[in-house]
Structure formats: C-alpha cells, structure tokens
C-alpha cells in the first residue's frame, strides 16, 4: 500500500497539470475572441434576458433545456454581460472533457500515456468555431462527470458517488433533454451493483428534477416548457434530421455552405470525421479485444462504459453531423486510447506516449500562433478579440444601433441582440425557415406589429442554404412570406454590411 498511494498522487498530479495547461490554451484561443455564431448567440441573449428577469419558455422561445441559459443568465448579471465571463463554462466544461479523457485512460494505462492521450484530444476537440457557449458544451462535460462517478461508484462501492452520478446525468438531461440516454447503462449498472445502489443513483437524479421542476413552475415556466419539448418533437427533430457523421461544410456566413454525405468524405475527411468513428471503434474494438486477448477488463467494467459510449452518440440524434458528434467523443477518445495502449508491444508504450505529446504539441502550435493575428478592440460586450473586418462590422452596426434600441434581427441572427444589447420586441431569438411554422410566423408578426422595432438587420438565407443546413425543412415553410412583406412594406434599407460573417442589410422603420 505504501508504494500504490504514491503512484496515485502523481497520477492525480498529472491530471491536475493536463486541466491546467487545457483551461490555459482555450483562454487563450478562444475566451475572448469574436466570433459570430447563431448557435452562441441565443444562449447569450438568451442569459441576458434571463439577467433581466425573463424565463425561458415563458418569456422567449427554446427548444432544448433550460439549464445553459439559468447559467449564462446568472453569469450575464454577474458580470454585465461581459462575454469573457459568459464563455467561462465553455472553456471549464471542455477543459473538465479533456481531463476526463486522462482520468478514464489512466485508469488502464500509466499517467504519460493517459496524459498525452487527453492532450492530443484537446487539440482535436479545439475546433476554433465550435468554442462557443453552447448547450451541448454543459450536458457533455455534465453526463461524462456522472460516468466517471460511476465508474468510482462501483470501484469504492459508494453509494454517496451514485447519488453524485445519477444528480450529475439529471443534470446534462436540463441541459440537452437527449443526453438522458447517458442515465440508461448508468441505471443498468447502477441495478447489477444492488438495490441500495439503484436507489441511489435514482434519488441524485430524482432530486434535481424534482428542484428544477419546481423552480420552474414556481416562475410559470414548466407547462410552457412541456409545450416547447412538444413542438421540438413536432418541427425541430423532422428539420434537423441528418445521416449519421455527416459533414457540413461552412465558409463565414450561414449562406455559404455545401454538405457531403459521410461514405463521400472517408478519405479526405478522416479527421474531421473521426468523432463519428471513434463510438464505433471504442465498441468493436473492445469487443474483439475481450473475445481474442487474455489481458482482459471485467466485463462488470467495461460493458456499461461500451454503453454510455453509444448512449452519447445516440443523444446527437437527429443532428448526427461529425461537428455535433465532436460534443460526445471525450469517452470514446479515452477507451481508443486505452485500447491502443493494450494492443501496443509494453516495450512501445513510453515512446508512443512522447510520440503523442509531439503530435499534439506541433498541432497546438499553430492555433496557438494565430491568436496572435488578432487585436483587442472594444465592444458593448466587453473587450475582445479580432481582426480589422469583426472591428468594422461592430463599428458599422453600432453606428445605427444603440443600446437598448428596439431590434428584430432576421431570420437566424441572435448574436445582433446580444452584441448590439438591443432589445428584442419579439420572444423569438430567430425564426428558422423551414423549421417554425405558421402559427410561429403569426405570432412573431403580431408581436412586430404591437411594438415596432425602430431597426432591422436582415441577411438573405438562400432555400439551398437553408435545406444544407437543415435538410428536413419543409420547403413549404421556407420563403416565410408574410414576415417579408412585413419587413418590405415598413423598412427601408439604410446600410449593407460586408463581412466574412455574412453580408447584413440594415433597416430602419419607415415613418408613419
């Protein structure tokens, strides 16, 4: 016992240095540097308005849960929307991803190989347009948490961690309601570890639920939140349909894109893909490695891991792209390279491990290098970081409108609101073509109408764009007729906005 306790402090030590060095390299390429996201823009906005008082559901639309906008909100009021600090949990819960790769691959190899494992999927998982606030950031970090406390679950047979692990995957379930299929394998094993277990793991998960459940009724949220999970049900899940790792390309603007199907793209696009291939090779490779070698793992072990592995990918559903695959790929990372670690000569092992860490470094390098491109400039956000054109853009739309100005930003443009701080008339962050329906048209409309916004940004989405970039839409719902003619008939156009972001018409509203 005197020389295993050692050993596991310097593993612990070393974990400890991987999430140090991850949380300073994503601060460092992506905490403050401007980016132009949809995605992002309705969880700023969305926190924003929770800063002032709104709820979702109740207040504006959403169609995942609440729980990234209760904590951009409470990180909005904290800092005064200050976007440094509203992409805090980004950059933990993908730091917190990294270490878990270390910690599930230490656990069957030694701490270098672990390390330089979870540091190459840090290079990898570093996408530099996916470092945004995101929900699917929050419920990945969140369900891979409730795994690893499993896992110690059943290793310290502690009843305390299922109850940590089964609060810890209610938890990603408020966050992306998909990723509730993570909580399947962990009940499962949690029932093969006895009764008192189960009982357990379903009092964490149950008590979450039961105070967010609450909370929500108490702000007159929870029967328009059962609502919103109907019509995600009914329009988001028909228009967002995708093929499994299909790969969506994107230059800039929503408008300029063009998608492959996955079995056109293996050869070129291994890397991109690799998220969607990881899941499989995690099951089949282990699988095989358990029915062919005699280094085995405990079936008790490994199977309910093989499970939340395919439970993460299924929770992607329907967006099955490799960009939302990439949110899932922590625990499947981490079995690959344990695997690998198994199969490889022992003699190999310290060499393979420098040999990643080489890898991941030159692959660092040059994402690192290209934070030094940018320059600070000011916004209503806060200081941030970009080129000459993101300056432009921000100086030019400023120059129209100011903060606390009335805005209705069409037709997927929530990040104007929340760089502009402009007040949205509307409970709707953007309308999607093809994916809301008349009845949200209407509705849009006639809050418009009530309390005209005195500017509009506009930004033409061609259909094939749209049908890319959501290929279910319903072209029937696509033009959104009756909110052009809205936007013609009492706009004129004022100024054109050419960005690599995507070109925006402002508009101002015509007198009466």
């Not at 079936?299 to 792209?321: H, I, K, M, Q």
Request: proline share 6%; with cysteine.
């Amino acid at each position: 016992m005197r020389m295993v306790k050692p050993w596991r402090d310097r593993k612990g030590l070393w974990g400890l240095a991987v999430a140090g060095v991850a949380a300073l390299f994503l601060c460092w390429i992506a905490i403050d540097v401007f980016k132009f996201s949809g995605d992002e823009g309705i969880y700023l906005e969305g926190g924003r308005r929770v800063a002032l008082g709104q709820q979702p559901y109740r207040d504006f639309f959403v169609l995942t849960g609440p729980l990234t906008f209760w904590i951009e909100g409470f990180l909005a009021w904290l800092s005064g929307n200050q976007l440094v600090v509203m992409r805090l949990p980004m950059i933990l819960d993908t730091a917190f991803l990294v270490w878990a790769v270390y910690w599930v691959c230490s656990r069957y190899t030694d701490a270098l190989f672990s390390a330089a494992a979870a540091l190459t999927f840090l290079v990898y998982e570093a996408r530099i347009p996916k470092l945004v606030v995101n929900h699917r950031w929050d419920s990945a970090a969140l369900a891979v948490a409730a795994i690893v406390a499993a896992l110690e679950a059943h290793r310290r047979e502690s009843r305390t961690l299922w109850i940590v692990a089964g609060a810890l995957a209610a938890l990603a379930a408020w966050a992306t309601p998909t990723v509730l299929l993570v909580a399947v394998p962990l009940l499962l094993w949690a029932w093969w570890r006895g009764g008192l277990s189960l009982a357990a793991f379903g009092a964490g998960g149950v008590l979450v639920t039961a105070v967010a459940g609450a909370y929500l009724q108490w702000q007159h949220a929870l029967i328009p939140m059962l609502q919103s999970m109907l019509w995600t049900g009914a329009n988001y899940s028909v228009a967002n349909r995708m093929t499994y790792g299909q790969v969506i390309n994107m230059a800039g603007s929503a408008a300029d894109v063009h998608a492959v199907p996955f079995t056109d793209n293996v050869i070129w696009s291994v890397y991109i893909l690799l998220a969607a291939i990881l899941p499989i090779a995690a099951i089949v490779g282990w699988c095989l490695f358990q029915w062919l070698s005699t280094d085995r793992i405990a079936w008790a072990e490994l199977l309910p891991l093989l499970g939340a592995t395919l439970a993460l990918a299924l929770s992607a559903w329907p967006r099955w792209t490799a960009d939302e695959l990439l949110y899932t790929a922590a625990l499947s990372s981490a079995l690959c390279a344990a695997l690998f670690y198994r199969l490889a000569p022992p003699r190999n092992r310290a060499a393979v491990g420098w040999i990643l860490l080489l890898v991941a470094t030159a692959a660092a390098a040059p994402k690192a290098y290209a934070a030094l491109d940018l320059y600070p400039f000011q916004t209503r956000v806060g200081t941030v970081r970009g080129d000459g054109e993101d300056a432009d853009l921000m100086e030019r739309l400023e120059r129209h409108v100011q903060a606390g100005d009335s805005l209705f930003a069409f037709p997927y443009l929530p990040p104007m609101y929340y760089l502009l701080q402009a007040r949205n008339p509307t409970r709707y962050p953007y309308l999607q073509p093809g994916m809301m329906n008349a009845r949200d048209e209407a509705e849009a409309l006639a809050e418009l109408s009530a309390a005209p916004p005195r500017w509009v940004i506009y930004e033409n989405l061609p259909a094939s764009a749209v049908l890319i970039l959501w290929p279910g839409s319903d072209p029937a719902r696509l033009p959104l007729l009756a909110m052009h003619r809205y936007l013609e008939d009492h706009y004129r156009d004022v100024e054109t906005v050419d960005s690599r972001w995507g070109r925006f018409v402002v508009k101002e509203r015509l007198p009466e």
